[in-house]
Nanobody, 112 residues
Framework: VQLQASGGGLVQAGGSLRLSCAAS????????IGWFRQAPGKEREGISC????????DYADSMKGRFTISRDNARNTVYPQMNSLKPEDTALYYC??????WGQGTLVTVSS
């Protein structure tokens, strides 16, 4: 199983980024893609997830209203759209498939 996260970069406060997580190497159609982030010196934080079968989503309180997650089932890819970014959103963002498989992460840096 491979999870390839991408889309991170440097953005000014108030800006937007669209991340992606491309999953491959499995046949199950019943799983959850979750997104976590970890800032330097802080604990890992779960921020969002989406289910594969019915597109149910959930968001951490810190991301509600600013973060929208969607999926393209044909490509097994999940797209988190992050808006109104803040410097405190600076972190390594990575995705997981059902908490069993983990990607390598993509770095998001928000400048003030």
């Amino acid at each position: 199983v491979q999870l390839q996260a991408s889309g991170g970069g440097l953005v000014q406060a108030g800006g937007s980024l669209r991340l992606s997580c491309a999953a491959s190497g499995f046949t199950s159609d019943d799983y959850i893609i979750g997104w976590f982030r970890q800032a330097p010196g802080k604990e890992r934080e779960g921020i969002s997830c989406i289910s594969s079968r019915d597109d149910l989503t959930d968001y951490a309180d810190s991301m509600k209203g600013r973060f929208t997650i969607s999926r393209d089932n044909a490509r097994n890819t999940v797209y988190p759209q992050m808006n109104s970014l803040k410097p405190e959103d600076t972190a390594l963002y990575y995705c997981t498939r059902s908490l069993r498989d983990w990607g390598q992460g993509t770095l998001v840096t928000v400048s003030s």
